[in-house]
DNA sequence: TTGTAGGCGTTATCAA
DNA sequence: TTGATAACGCCTACAA
């Protein structure tokens, strides 16, 4: 049955089993059009029999629109966009629309990524990159499209961003390490390009007021192992804080295994720590840590709901700015209350 | 500059300006065309002017290829399959291919996402799903075009599959052990659905000999908890094996965890164990875990020489089953040589 | 409610 | 090397 030639089942096919013509086809599968029920029913008929499916192409031509999206991804390594990624597939399906993926490593990678992209003439792109914002910015501004991003700074007139109140948390972390009595704080922050580690920096430092001048200051990538590192390194030169906020769970981890390998301490007893995420691995019972949580449901959400007002019938170019509240979430590697 | 109506800029737009034909348009974005150097440029200025990006959209109806490939994927949240979909995107999109990216849950919404993506008219399917594989295959089936699964059981016209060689991991994960000294040996399985785990399991037990007698066999379902409350529920029970094999390095970890909770038991001091996979968490200090690496570059290189091959000019349904080698990676958990 | 006809923006074919 | 023209498969007026 169907295309036995090879060519596949198209609407004209079917319109010429069912015995009709190919707009009562193209009718009999709209969700506006009317039809007699009889007549679609026929078509319907038809169509299962030649194992007809409509083909979306002709369509995206017409309308100029795609249906598809096109979303970016650095770090799919860090369990936390892995499953940004996931609700934010699940949420743009129930919205109607596809994901067109594309992961992109530098600058160079992106231009040529949005390149394609565009070719399929997608809809809007969403993006949590993380890479050096004039120039991301440079180069999504220019596609006239809705763009957008997490965590970011980017601005511009078809740019929207969600963020989680970073700075906010940074100041809770302070306020529980200074609850918890510490008095030698450190900081270990992701690269300089995030600017949600950026805030969360600026509202840490702020948070711990006077105990701010004698911040430890750390530098990592948002990487297990760079937090293992910059651990290392800090007691290898004979610092021993006793409180540490660590700008996202990845860095957390390795901070919590270097303390326990190169020293012997153990968190909370020695060093309370929290770091920002809450990733799976966090809650693992080897780290127990103490975290934010920054509701990937509902920054997936807010997105999906600017998202949907940008590609509203007739809508001028949004450029708005969404901010989620991150939540503290307690667990052992802060102690207990 | 360009569309200032509104409207997007078309080829016919650059023709005019460059005071060219549209079809000379056409052939200066083309590879193949050939145009005049000259007349090649002015074209390419012009569009640059105006900002034209070529559609693709045309050139999918002409040629009833887009250049798309679904991929269809289950638990993100596993940092393994998180990996293998970071290689594939971008492996693909070195072979001009982009991606399509569905998530989905259960058979139901699978059936609905592929009906999605085939009116997009995508050129294949790629999928590392563990849904039960009789529906799977009858959905895949139905398609029409090439299908690619990792670790599945899949067989049909359309469908290749790729595979580490589970059977003979699970052989050299007893052989391992009994190395080891242990006497009583465990199976931490994975769920029933997933052909991978099965074919460990089955290694894993003729490769146990004599010892077989005596496996303890848990029953998980892929993740750090189910790994976590097996354990746990064992140890409840008084049983305290001396080595374990888990199906992956997610239960491992959870393994690990509750040995170490609940019975103060360490690796490799009192369980020598090991897990499958590879992620990087098992390289956390925390763990040290033995494993065994799939090698996901290997495993989806193959996928793509097998899409590549399965896409070429004039193919016919390709039906092919390729086996990778999955490598020892020996660490602390199973303790020094 | 139904059929006819035009067009969406390319690529491919053919003639010049 | 170029330009005109015919597809591709569907949607949408418009007419019946």
Chains 1, 2 share one sequence.
Not at 3 to 30: E, I, L, N, W
Request: charged content about 20%; proline content about 4%.
């Amino acid at each position: 049955m169907g295309a036995q030639d090879g060519r596949r089942v198209t609407s004209v096919d079917v319109a010429k089993r069912a015995g009709v013509s190919q707009s009562a086809v193209s009718r009999a599968f709209s969700r506006t059009a009317s039809i007699a029920p009889a007549t679609r029913e026929k078509i319907l008929r038809a169509a299962a029999e030649l194992d007809y499916r409509p083909n979306r192409i002709p369509a995206i031509m017409l309308s100029g629109r795609s249906g598809m999206v096109g979303v970016v991804v650095g770090g799919l390594s860090n369990p936390f966009y892995a499953s940004a990624l996931e609700h934010l597939v699940c949420s743009l399906r129930d919205q109607g629309l596809q994901v067109l993926l594309v992961h992109v490593d530098d600058a160079l990678t992106l231009d040529s990524a949005l390149e394609q992209l565009l070719g399929y003439r997608i809809d809007a792109v969403v993006t949590a990159l993380a890479i050096g914002s004039e120039v991301v910015a440079q180069a999504l501004g220019t596609l006239r499209i809705p763009v957008i991003c997490f965590n970011s700074r980017l601005t511009g007139p078809w740019i929207s961003t969600v963020s989680s109140n970073n700075r906010a948390a940074g100041v809770t972390a302070a306020h529980l390490l200074r609850e918890r009595g510490v008095a030698c704080p450190a900081w270990l922050a992701g690269p300089l390009r995030n600017a949600a580690s950026v805030a969360r920096g600026e509202g840490f430092r702020e948070g711990l007021g006077a105990l701010a001048a004698g911040l430890v200051s750390l530098q990592g990538d948002d990487t297990y192992e760079s937090g293992y590192e910059a651990v290392s390194t800090m007691l290898a030169r004979g610092v021993r804080p006793d409180g540490m906020f660590c700008s996202n769970d990845m860095m957390a981890c390795g901070a919590i295994d270097a303390l326990r390998d190169r020293a012997g301490l153990c968190c909370p007893r020695d060093v309370v720590l929290l770091g920002y995420d809450n990733i799976p691995q966090g809650a693992w019972r080897a780290y127990d840590l103490t975290t934010f949580d920054q509701g990937v449901e509902r920054l997936v959400g807010a997105a999906c709901a600017l998202l949907a007002e940008a590609l509203a019938d007739g809508a001028e170019p949004v450029s708005q700015s969404l901010v989620i509240g991150a939540e503290l979430l307690e667990r052992g590697s802060t102690g207990p209350v």
